[in-house]
């Protein structure tokens, strides 16, 4: 790694010794957004790129220099931008992506991780086809109300323990991050970040109860798919000799009982964090306007984002106190699976800053204005790129179409048939690749480190083409056409 990151880092560094310093300022941000080429993004591919081939052709290498990898591609952009657009506009930019976005997503992720990890659901669980559809359905209803990622991280232990006896289980841990890591969550604000953004621009809370009977299909779906492809692998591990009670010949079944039950508190209390960000602003003027700490230039850090960062690492070193040590040993946790999610996501943060640059700036001159374009547009960046700046971009896009009725927002009113091709397309297709939604990472790492051999990067793909665009391509027909 030294032998790459070295010549990189002194090329870059020289060409930012000799940047002047421009100071920006809103003039200078909108010029920049005008003027960032495409070709701007090759750092972001290149970081695409490395984690799905890396892990293919240096698995070893790989999981020793991630973070290496990613921090050059994060120098490998945000250098020459400082050496063309300026020092200071660069450090806007990383402090925005950085401070704004990376650091309150990282610690949400840690929470639910760290909390959910207290909650053990002890018994005898044997994943035959009907207690893993089961287990897939109660994530799946959980995730609207706990969000994706406290579902995923509180039922995926249980779903690979269930399932340790089987050799075919890839199947189980694929239509998981479908169905609980992803759409499950649409149902509410509390579900995935980008309905949270659309709460705070003035989405009433229960209006996305209107994406449930999309969800439905979507459910009918995929439960029926799965549930036949389980069936024939279970078949398959019948036919091989193996037996759901495989290495339990001297042991009594036990009853189904829940240990760590005290954390559902704490997840409570992630929740309060998450729903108080956006609720003291409209309710507290001390935290109106975003107020907050100025960091630099346009920059300021919210109170109200403090607020919740506060109660989310309060819940999870509560967690971790009040949690006996057997608890999370029965889970097998370790800090390996939200270690990996840290060190990728600060790369793909820092070098998807031009990909959001030139949408947000280019995205109202696409010509997008029927639904199912909107469906397909939000859904595609989605899958690549953080879905709520997206979601955000489009929701944008939306409100200055000019709509007499629908649902006002403060970015104008958009129609409820709009707004239900949006949402459906951020919360859904998060599920096409590995990096279109946190928990899908988080979900795959776990599974690993269970010596579960997961897809790679194109691996998945193959499943999400085979199995979700297909469904993707129905909702179109049946409700956004």
Request: hydrophobic share 55%; glycine share 8%.
């Amino acid at each position: 790694m030294k032998k790459i990151f070295k010549p990189v880092f002194s090329t870059l560094l020289f060409l930012l010794m000799s940047t002047p310093i421009i100071f920006a300022n809103d003039a200078t941000h909108e010029l920049i957004g005008a003027a960032l080429p495409v070709w701007s993004i090759i750092p972001f591919v290149g970081m695409l790129l490395s984690i799905a081939v890396l892990p293919l052709i240096k698995p070893h290498w790989w999981e020793k220099n991630m973070l290496g990898v990613a921090l050059t591609w994060s120098l490998i952009f945000i250098i020459p931008f400082a050496a063309i657009y300026g020092l200071s506009e660069a450090l806007f930019r990383l402090l925005e992506s950085v401070l704004m976005d990376y650091i309150p997503f990282i610690v949400l992720l840690l929470g639910l991780f760290i909390v959910a990890g207290g909650i053990v659901l002890k018994g005898t669980l044997i994943g035959t086809t009907k207690v893993n559809a089961i287990l897939l359905l109660i994530g799946t209803l959980l995730a609207s109300w706990i969000g994706t990622t406290g579902a995923a991280m509180l039922m995926i232990r249980p779903v690979i323990r269930a399932n340790s006896w089987r050799k075919h289980k890839v199947h189980v841990i694929v239509f998981f991050i479908f169905l609980v890591a992803n759409i499950g969550g649409c149902l509410t604000p509390l579900g995935d970040p980008p309905l949270f953004m659309g709460f705070q621009r003035g989405v009433p809370f229960t209006w996305t109860f209107h994406l449930f009977p999309i969800l439905l299909v979507n459910m009918i779906i995929l439960f029926l798919l799965f549930i036949l492809i389980d069936r024939y692998f279970y078949k398959k591990e019948l036919a091989e000799g193996r037996t759901p009670h495989d290495g339990q010949e001297h042991s009594e079944k036990e009853p189904i009982r829940i240990e760590g039950v005290h954390n559902i508190i704490f997840i409570a209390l992630i929740i309060m964090g998450v729903i108080a960000n956006g609720m003291l602003p409209k309710t507290f003027s001390f935290f109106a306007n975003n107020a907050g700490i100025p960091i630099y230039d346009e920059i300021v850090f919210p109170y109200a984002t403090m607020v919740e960062i506060i109660l989310i690492l309060t819940a999870a070193y509560l967690s971790l106190k009040t949690t006996s040590k057997s608890t999370r040993e029965l889970n097998e946790f370790t800090f390996a699976p939200i270690a990996e999610v840290a060190k990728l996501f600060i790369g793909i943060f820092i070098t998807m800053i031009p990909a959001l640059i030139i949408l947000k700036t280019h995205g109202a001159e696409l010509g997008i204005d029927h639904p199912w374009q909107m469906f397909w547009a939000t859904g595609i960046l989605s899958s690549f790129l953080d879905n709520t700046p997206t979601y955000l971009v489009f929701l944008q896009t939306a409100g200055a179409l000019g709509t007499a009725q629908g649902i006002a927002t403060s970015v104008g009113t958009v129609s409820q048939i709009m707004l239900e091709a949006i949402s459906a397309g951020a919360v859904f297709m998060g599920a096409n690749t590995y990096i279109g939604n946190a928990p899908n990472f988080m979900v795959k790492s776990i599974a690993e480190e269970n010596k579960i051999k997961m897809p790679s990067f194109f691996g998945y793909m193959g499943w999400s083409c085979a199995i979700l665009i297909p469904t993707f391509i129905l909702d179109m027909i049946l409700f956004f056409w």
